[in-house]
């Protein structure tokens, strides 16, 4: 198809008044008031459906789409605006003496705003509505509309949401009738953003029905939920956007107290938030950039904190707390003792409500639900001039995935804490190597270049919260160590066993699988391969 010749008019107006507007919305929320004011400045009121009755029974006067085309809507609804004397009322330039010619020769009316909202294809999906209901509320006409007054946004102001209903209002009311072309350049890249983000959703949706979890086109949309007073530091801007999977979280939360929420508020409160997530039983996660500092499973929760928290106090502090059952007060009257950011939670009682609230600068999060930790889902991560996208990490290794490769087989205890760390691991960013005993964190080495370099510094974790604690043994002694890769030597495994760890959980898989199995069995280790890592970069 051949691209029309550019054929640009005099420069473009600043002021256009509006003689004549097409209203078409699913969410009639605004939609009399707005007509009420269009009509007291003498704008004539197309409409068509639902939005011609609503306005016609406000009391407006209104012309139906199918009497102003003389052609009935047809095919139940699904060819009604289609028509030359809708778009070419919108797509008329009013500058070129041979478009003006054309709208008389064929009575075509200007028409100098579109408001459009779009059929609810995002919401009927959200419900689980059937495949033949997804399709029919594929919108047509309205995104060809909104494009068509979007391109033509010299002549033609377009509105495709109820919170800009304001700003329109407040500039016409301002200009005597008239819109800026600032404000119609403003109101076309809205629109062409809304028209984007809607077909991205048909395209997921579409690519999801085929099972194409990697299309040749990966199309993805986000909707700013707030601007950020800065990104990672002050001198970076940063926005928080949601997109449409609606997995219990932050996007999701609701704040009940606090601060506004910071880029590293929401980054670490998801990656806390998404560890408690992985255990059945109740847990508490402190995260600190992102890394956990702190992690317990039990019972009572606030025996559960107590645990945490003892694994490293110092790091905790100004730290982000998830736990993935209903905060009740006994924990909150602990987490006041100490200064914290964020606490996040899929529930929090009156009470514990009451407490946190003496503490008005912590964020608190109520999310409703927890994330399955086992669902299915993708993740993105933006590189120079691309991304990669990949599965979410739901692998999940239980006791039958255990392979035990050294002569002594890890006791009932050791093979509990094993798992616990194993998960504990998986959300700590690689090298890895996590320290548990009896539920809980010890000793946590993140981030390092090398495997031994993590383990001894969560030995050495492990070792000065004893002493700072006042007792006489590393906490690492007696532990269990899980590692999130395979030990490539046998020396990062030697150092947890100095440390005084008596078992260990690793992937397995090096070249010198039997070098290590030697050195754990020399050293009285018992040792699991789980078959599965879990880098996290």
């Known amino acids: 198809m051949t691209a029309p010749t550019a054929r640009r008019g005099t420069a473009a107006i600043d002021e256009i008044r509006i003689t004549r507007a097409l209203l078409s919305v699913s969410d009639k929320a605004g939609l009399v008031e707005l007509g009420r004011f269009l009509a007291g400045h003498g704008v004539a009121l197309l409409s068509t459906g639902g939005s ?54 064929h009575d075509i009316a200007p028409i100098d705003l579109v408001v459009i909202n779009l059929y609810p294809f995002e919401a009927t999906v959200a419900k689980g509505a059937g495949y033949e209901d997804c399709v029919e509320n594929i919108d047509i006409g309205g995104p060809a509309m909104i494009r ?72 993805l949309a986000g909707e700013r939920q707030q601007m950020l ?35 590293n508020n929401l980054n670490d409160t998801d990656a806390a938030f998404e560890l408690v997530a992985e255990f059945d039983q109740p847990a508490i996660a402190i995260i600190k950039h992102a890394n956990p500092c702190g992690v317990a499973v039990g019972k009572d929760l606030a025996e559960i904190w107590e645990r945490a928290l003892a694994c490293d106090p110092v790091s905790a502090f100004g730290g982000i707390v998830a736990v993935n059952r209903k905060l009740d007060a006994a924990l909150a009257e602990k987490l006041t003792k100490l200064f914290l950011e964020v606490v996040i939670a899929p529930e929090i009682d009156e009470k514990a409500a009451a407490l946190l609230g003496a503490k008005g600068n912590l964020r608190l999060l109520e999310t409703g639900a927890m994330p399955d930790a086992a669902a299915a889902g993708l993740t993105l991560k933006l ?76 030995a050495w974790k492990a070792r000065e919260m004893a002493e700072a604690a006042g007792e006489k043994e590393s906490r690492a002694k007696g532990s269990v160590v899980a590692s999130d890769a395979f030990f490539p030597f046998a020396d990062g495994l030697l150092a947890a066993a100095e440390a005084g760890a008596t078992a260990v959980i690793q ?23 789980t078959g599965m890592r879990h880098f996290r970069h």
């Open 52 to 105: 011609a009755k609503a306005l016609a029974e406000a009391g407006l006067t209104v012309t139906e789409v199918a009497a102003h085309t003389g052609f009935p809507e047809i095919m139940d609804g699904r060819v009604k605006t289609l028509h030359p004397k809708i778009h070419g009322g919108i797509l008329a330039r009013r500058d070129l003496a041979e478009h003006r010619d054309a709208m008389a020769a």
């Open 148 to 219: 068509a007054a979007a391109k033509n946004h010299d002549f033609v102001a377009v509105v495709t949401d109820p919170a800009d209903y304001e700003a329109l209002m407040a500039e016409m009311k301002a200009k005597g009738g008239a819109t800026s072309l600032g404000l119609r350049r403003r109101l076309a890249a809205l629109a062409y953003a809304r028209t984007a983000s809607y077909d991205a959703a048909i395209a997921r949706w579409m690519q999801g029905e085929q099972q194409d979890r990697f299309p040749r086109r990966f199309v």
């Open 229 to 263: 007073r800065y990104g990672e530091n002050p001198h970076q801007e940063a926005a928080f956007y949601a997109t449409a999977e609606k997995r219990p979280g932050v996007a999701t939360a609701r704040q009940l107290q606090g601060k506004e929420l910071s880029y």
């Open 383 to 458: 590189l120079s001039g691309g991304f990669l996208l990949q599965d979410r990490d739901n692998g999940r290794v239980t006791a039958g995935d255990l392979r035990t490769v050294t002569k002594r087989k890890p006791t009932a205890r050791e093979l509990e804490d094993l798992l616990f760390a194993f998960r504990v691991a998986k959300h700590v960013k690689s090298n890895a190597i996590v320290y548990a005993r009896n539920g809980a964190t010890v000793g946590i080495g993140a981030g390092q270049m090398s495997r031994v370099d993590s383990s001894r510094i969560a």
């Open 507 to 529: 992937p397995g898989g090096s070249m010198r699988d039997e070098d290590v199995i030697k050195a754990a069995d020399e050293a009285g280790l018992a040792m699991v391969f």
